[in-house]
Nanobody, 119 residues
Framework: QVQLVESGGGLVQAGGSLRLSCAASGSIFSIVAMGWYRQPPGKERELVARILSDGSTNYADSVKGRFTISRDNAKNTVLLQMNSLKPEDTAVYYC?????????????WGQGTQVTVSS
């Protein structure tokens, strides 16, 4: 199994910055991608950013230029640096790890960390 432990959420004023961290442990092999999703109040969960096994990255259009995802392979950690935060970034942020050890794909999720941006 895979365990994901998130940290770094909190309350910040608009224009401020936060950094989220997600540490993975357990069966962390055959990883396809690691990333962050978020779920604003009353809305569906959506992709924020992810980093693929080849090091390439994907970002939601709404966060491009403001958020940066990175990975520390030695520590099995993925980081999300969030700058110029806006009230619409308020959500529960979930770390995701996707594995594909064979034919099937498996998604694992962290417990979620609240990010609140005040105007």
């Amino acid at each position: 199994q895979v365990q994901l432990v998130e940290s770094g959420g909190g309350l910040v004023q608009a224009g401020g910055s936060l950094r989220l961290s997600c540490a993975a442990s357990g069966s962390i092999f055959s990883i396809v991608a690691m990333g962050w999703y978020r779920q604003p109040p009353g809305k569906e969960r959506e992709l924020v950013a992810r980093i693929l096994s080849d090091g390439s990255t994907n970002y939601a259009d709404s966060v491009k230029g403001r958020f940066t995802i990175s990975r520390d392979n030695a520590k099995n950690t993925v980081l999300l640096q969030m700058n110029s935060l806006k009230p619409e970034d308020t959500a529960v942020y979930y770390c995701n790890l996707r594995r594909r050890p064979g034919v099937y794909t498996y998604d694992y999720w962290g417990q979620g960390t609240q990010v609140t941006v005040s105007s």
